[in-house]
């Protein structure tokens, strides 16, 4: 079998897993913590200020890259819930659901610094726009397969259910990506583009990127956290989480010759 793809099939191992991620933790965190500290610093004390928007545009440092999270997270999810549907594997049954509160927070955080910005930009905290619209769609959705999950007693069953929710979802997604293309509305396009000229200033773009990339290694060290502690509480009583939370684990043999 080919390493990688031998690799991926370790990885659906509970116990494989529970090791790895708490191996990849500190790494993710540890990439995660300085790209985030110099984007927040030179976004707010290095780039220049906007000739039209003054400091106000800084907000956009956080916006979005959150905006960019919400889409890239639901993706995540969307896809380890094909897998679990498909393929029956636990871990991405619980991949797939504990992606969807992290999603939801940067879907929540997107609508809130949206409106702050559009306060001062447009005059209101909120109008029907398709951009916003169809976020605040997105935010829905998380909070939908949160809610169903959380209400069908059997963690499988539950699981199966929301991630079939969250597929039926996808939809949104690129309607949240090209609304802004597809009709004339009030939310400003693209100001960076893989293709063509963007739109910024060159200065704005770095430390956009750098924060950008924090919050996918933050969102992916979080991810692993959390799933690591779901898969000890879906596996409860095997003998690999009693042998991984404690740290000299008595044998059955051992036992008794204590007994003795």
């Avoid at 636990?90 to 955080?109: R, W």
Wanted: proline share 5%; net charge positive.
């Amino acid at each position: 079998m080919n390493p990688i793809l031998r690799w991926f099939h370790q990885l659906g191992s509970p116990p494989y897993f529970y090791r790895f991620a708490g191996r990849a933790l500190p790494w993710f965190y540890g990439a995660a913590l300085p790209m985030l500290l110099w984007g927040v610093w030179t976004a707010l004390f290095v780039v220049p200020v906007d000739y039209q928007q003054g400091d106000s545009y800084r907000i956009l440092f956080i916006h979005v890259p959150a905006a960019w999270m919400s889409l890239f997270i639901y993706f995540v999810m969307c896809v380890n819930a094909f897998i679990a549907l498909v393929w029956r594997i636990k871990l991405s049954e619980l991949l797939a659901m504990h992606s969807a509160p992290l999603g939801a927070a940067f879907t929540l955080l997107t609508l809130l610094t949206g409106s702050l910005w559009g306060k001062p930009m447009w005059g209101t905290w909120w109008t029907w726009d398709a951009r916003l619209t169809s976020e605040l769609v997105l935010l829905f959705l998380y909070l939908g397969v949160m809610g169903l999950y959380a209400a069908i007693e059997d963690r499988r069953s539950a699981a199966r259910a929301a991630g079939f929710l969250a597929l039926i979802g996808i939809i949104n997604v690129p309607i949240v990506h090209f609304s802004v293309e597809w009709w004339n509305t009030l939310h400003q396009g693209a100001t960076i583009k893989l293709f063509g000229r963007s739109s910024m200033d060159p200065s704005m773009i770095a430390p956009l990127i750098a924060l950008a990339f924090a919050t996918k290694l933050w969102f992916v060290g979080s991810l692993l956290a959390r799933t690591r502690v779901a898969l000890v509480e879906a596996e409860i009583g095997k003998d690999w989480v009693r042998t991984a939370l404690l740290p000299n684990p008595i044998t059955q043999g051992e036992r008794h010759e204590r007994v003795a």
